[in-house]
């Protein structure tokens, strides 16, 4: 009976993460290329409905994130190795993994002349460098305790600047999970941009992934699910203005240096630094 109750509350929280991860993804997918290259609006309404989204549900949660830690708690004293495994692995995923893929991503673009690639790389390592940024200071300000803390019986710790010194108090929101969202949303704007008609096969795999990575940090006891929900929001919308604002601003000082740049043989055993620009 508790494994069935388990299963459907995790089912909820899924499609609740999924549907708004969706909406964020459709919501880049109706915009083509040269529109958004031609457009000079950086945030839109759609980002503004995305944002009281994700902040209602985490609002939503809250009640809840109580009893839905403390079944997550109960089931895990049955749980097997396997499924140890499964979250260790996509806790692993997210950190170091994204920034790993994205900056082997990146110079794999740049040692094998490919910038296509050289630029998803790039994109998808900002995007989670500013989500992981954003949250860092909330998780300080907020100071909220992890499940662990309290046995999962006080959702409502909250200590002002209480983050900074302890990182018990660094639960809310979670980091993994912003940086995995971050990370899906910026690669699938960019496989949106450079192979369009792979969009969806994409989005699905690297939103769903994201999501089981903000599972996985509650299956550890280490997030309330409004923590995971949260993350996911900040995550999604970094991402998304990261990989818009890049193309929307292709001349702005940490692309021309990262993706302007390359080494080349000086002819005496030695290498030159080289910077290349695009003239009107």
């Given at each position: 009976?508790m494994?069935?109750?388990?299963?459907r509350?995790?089912?909820?929280?899924?499609?609740?993460?999924?549907?708004?991860s969706?909406?964020?993804?459709?919501?880049?997918?109706?915009?083509?290329?040269?529109?958004v290259?031609?457009s000079?609006?950086?945030?839109?309404?759609?980002?503004?409905?995305?944002?009281?989204?994700?902040?209602?549900?985490?609002?939503?949660?809250?009640?809840?994130?109580?009893?839905f830690?403390?079944?997550?708690?109960?089931?895990?004293?049955?749980?097997?190795?396997?499924?140890?495994t499964w979250?260790?692995g996509?806790?692993?995923?997210?950190?170091?993994?994204?920034?790993?893929?994205?900056?082997?991503?990146?110079?794999y673009?740049?040692?094998?002349?490919?910038p296509?690639?050289?630029?998803?790389?790039?994109?998808?390592?900002?995007?989670?460098?500013?989500?992981a940024?954003?949250?860092?200071?909330?998780?300080?300000?907020?100071?909220?305790?992890?499940?662990?803390?309290?046995?999962d019986?006080?959702?409502r710790?909250?200590?002002?600047?209480?983050?900074?010194?302890?990182?018990?108090?660094q639960?809310?929101?979670s980091?993994?999970?912003?940086?995995a969202?971050?990370?899906?949303?910026?690669?699938?704007?960019?496989?949106?941009?450079?192979?369009?008609?792979?969009?969806?096969?994409?989005?699905?795999l690297?939103y769903?992934?994201?999501?089981?990575?903000g599972?996985?940090?509650?299956?550890?006891?280490?997030?309330?699910?409004?923590?995971?929900?949260?993350?996911?929001?900040?995550?999604?919308?970094?991402?998304?203005?990261?990989?818009?604002?890049?193309?929307?601003?292709?001349?702005?000082?940490?692309?021309?240096?990262?993706?302007n740049?390359?080494?080349?043989?000086?002819?005496?055993?030695?290498?030159?630094?080289?910077?290349?620009?695009?003239?009107?």
């Open positions: 009976m494994r069935a109750r388990l299963t509350s995790i089912g909820r929280f899924l499609i609740v993460v999924c549907g708004w969706a909406t964020a993804l459709q919501a880049q997918t109706m915009v083509p290329a040269d529109t290259k031609n000079q609006t950086l945030f839109t309404l759609t980002d503004a409905a995305l944002a009281v989204g994700f902040t209602g549900v985490t609002i939503a949660l809250f009640p809840v994130d109580k009893s830690a403390q079944r997550l708690h109960n089931q895990n004293s049955f749980a097997s190795k396997s499924t140890d979250a260790t996509f806790d692993y995923l997210a950190l170091p993994g994204v920034f790993v893929l994205g900056v082997g991503s990146y110079a673009g740049r040692f094998a002349k490919h296509d690639m050289a630029d998803f790389g790039w994109h998808t390592t900002e995007a989670a460098f500013l989500g940024s954003i949250t860092e200071v909330l998780k300080v300000a907020v100071g909220r305790s992890r499940p662990y803390v309290s046995a019986t006080n959702p710790d909250f200590k002002f600047g209480g983050g900074l010194t302890s990182d018990t108090r639960s809310f929101p980091g993994h999970t912003t940086i969202f971050a990370a899906a949303a910026a690669a699938t704007s960019e496989v949106h941009r450079l192979w369009p008609r792979y969009t969806w096969a994409a989005g699905t690297l769903g992934s994201a999501t089981v990575v599972l996985a940090r509650m299956y550890q006891n280490q997030h309330w699910a409004s923590d995971v929900v949260l993350g996911a929001g900040i995550g999604t919308l970094a991402g998304l203005k990261t990989v818009r604002y890049a193309h929307l601003h292709p001349d702005n000082w940490l692309d021309r240096v990262l993706l740049t390359s080494v080349v043989p000086d002819g005496r055993g030695g290498g030159l630094l080289m910077w290349s620009a695009v003239l009107p």
